[in-house]
């Protein structure tokens, strides 16, 4: 069965590098995720990512947060000056259509830890 | 302000009873409502969608209800088992590019044998 992979599954970083967390979705999904958890808390929206270009974007996504889609296959989320913050669980995500009337499916995550 | 509400932050019943959750909503006007399960340290897993215009949909043993006046949803499992112990978290839609989901923070279950 087709599943979403990330890498790495854990980063560690110093506050102030810049960090890419990386996403291969689903090949032929269209609309593309990324979401975070601080540990404890709930999911929160970061992004989404339609046609090459951001669809949505919430109020946690500043300029210090970027998203590409490099090549066919690859979507990543870059941070450029990481804070302590910043620290949880990053998930992406994919859909076929628009999320919000088709089933997301979701990577195992990559954990990042700024120090 | 706009809320997502899943008022039970635990819940603990008995294998073979059913279980009911709830999602609570305020200034939204979702067209979908959608609940997932995640399990510690793993992503969410998609479980079921309802639309505005459905009132009930099932699967197995899952069902979800979506009362638009009432801006809630309920979501049973029915003859629970401890197997079913995770997180449940209902979310919508609230954009009209249909791409901007906000996740409710969830209510633990578990099922004790």
């Known amino acids: 069965e087709p599943e979403v992979t990330q890498t790495p599954s854990h980063q560690v970083t110093q506050m102030g590098q810049e960090v890419i967390l990386r996403c291969v979705p689903i090949?032929?999904?269209?609309?593309f995720y990324w979401y975070r958890q601080i540990l404890g808390q709930k999911v929160e929206f970061l992004v989404s990512?339609?046609?090459?270009?951001?669809?949505?974007k919430s109020e946690i996504f500043d300029d210090q947060f970027s998203v590409e889609r490099p090549d066919g296959s690859n979507f990543t989320l870059k941070i450029r000056s990481t804070k302590l913050e910043d620290s949880a669980m990053y998930f992406c995500?994919?859909?076929?259509?628009?999320?919000?009337?088709?089933?997301?499916?979701f990577g195992p995550g990559t954990r990042l830890t700024v120090l | 302000s706009q809320k997502i509400e899943q008022n039970s932050e635990a819940l603990n019943i008995q294998e073979g009873k059913t279980a009911t959750l709830t999602c609570n909503y305020t200034n939204y006007s979702p067209a979908y409502l959608q609940w997932y399960r995640q399990d510690p340290g793993r992503g969410p897993v998609f479980l079921l969608l309802?639309?505005?215009?459905?009132k009930e949909k099932r699967k197995e043993r899952l069902k979800v209800t979506f009362d638009t006046t009432l801006k809630q949803s309920l979501f049973h499992i029915t003859a629970s088992q401890p197997a079913d112990s995770a997180t449940y978290l209902c979310?919508?839609?609230?954009?009209?590019?249909?791409?901007?989901?906000?996740f409710g923070s969830g209510t633990r279950l578990s099922i004790r044998p």
């Open positions: 309802i639309r505005e215009n459905e």
């Open positions: 090949s032929n999904h269209l609309y």
């Open positions: 995500a994919s859909s076929i259509l628009a999320g919000s009337y088709n089933e997301q499916f």
């Open positions: 990512f339609y046609n090459n270009e951001i669809s949505e």
């Open positions: 979310a919508l839609d609230v954009a009209s590019s249909a791409s901007k989901i906000i």
